[in-house]
T-cell receptor
């Protein structure tokens, strides 16, 4: 079946512009996660959606970052007034449930470059 | 912030040899997961070990967990060139994964 998809695959933007990244999770997965990965580093947790519960936003680095999810489907991550330090690969993952003990399936990522 | 720490940071071995990498973590966990990342297939889940388990096998992979030492190890036996990748451990605190910085493994033919 279809895996997690993300778009765009690459995004180059000028400093100060807003960007919107999209994630389509695996159908039927109630949990959705966003991570950021800087070059040569591990993944940083950003935000986590589980069903209709309030999202866990504890990993968002600043108020320029926000995310929404429509029901149990598509999610968008928005970065306002982008800065050069926002340059990274943004990865989305989904899992059957978000209560733990379920593996996460990752999308291919969006590589964001802020010039 | 990243929680786990992998050791070593980099590992270079020849095909057929075994590769062992270790992970230390700081919090109480629900489970610990290992992932592999390479340019061809992105980030892929390898194995999940629950906090009440001590060892788990999957094909050529063997994972151990010592909750008293807050550590885990991943062993890849009879390595292949295709095992070249970065390997990450991730602490699962009820769904939210905290990743380490990874171990970069290079397997040469």
């Amino acid at each position: 079946g279809a895996g997690v998809s993300q778009s765009p695959s690459n995004k180059v933007t000028e400093k100060g512009k807003d960007v919107e990244l999209r994630c389509d999770p695996i159908s039927g997965h109630t949990a959705l996660y966003w991570y950021r990965q800087r070059l040569g580093q591990g993944l940083e947790f950003l935000i986590y959606f589980q069903g209709n519960s309030a999202p866990d936003k504890s990993g968002l680095p600043s108020d320029r970052f926000s995310a929404e999810r429509t029901g149990e489907s598509v999610s968008t991550l928005t970065i306002q007034r982008t800065q050069q330090e926002d340059s990274a690969v943004y990865l989305c993952a989904s899992s059957l449930e978000g209560t733990g003990n379920y593996e996460q399936y990752f999308g291919p990522g969006t590589r964001l470059t802020v010039t | 912030s990243q929680q786990g720490e992998e050791d070593p940071q980099a590992l270079s071995i020849q095909e057929g040899e075994n590769a062992t990498m270790n992970c230390s973590y700081k919090t109480s966990i629900n489970n610990l997961q290992w992932y592999r990342q390479n340019s061809g297939r992105g980030l892929v889940h390898l194995i999940l070990i629950r906090s009440n388990e001590r060892e788990k096998h999957s094909g050529r992979l063997r994972v151990t967990l010592d909750t008293s030492k807050k550590s885990s190890s991943l062993l890849i036996t009879a390595s292949r060139a295709a095992d070249t990748a970065s390997y990450f451990c991730a602490e699962d605190s009820w769904g939210k994964l905290q990743f380490g910085a990874g171990t970069q493994v290079v397997v040469t033919p």
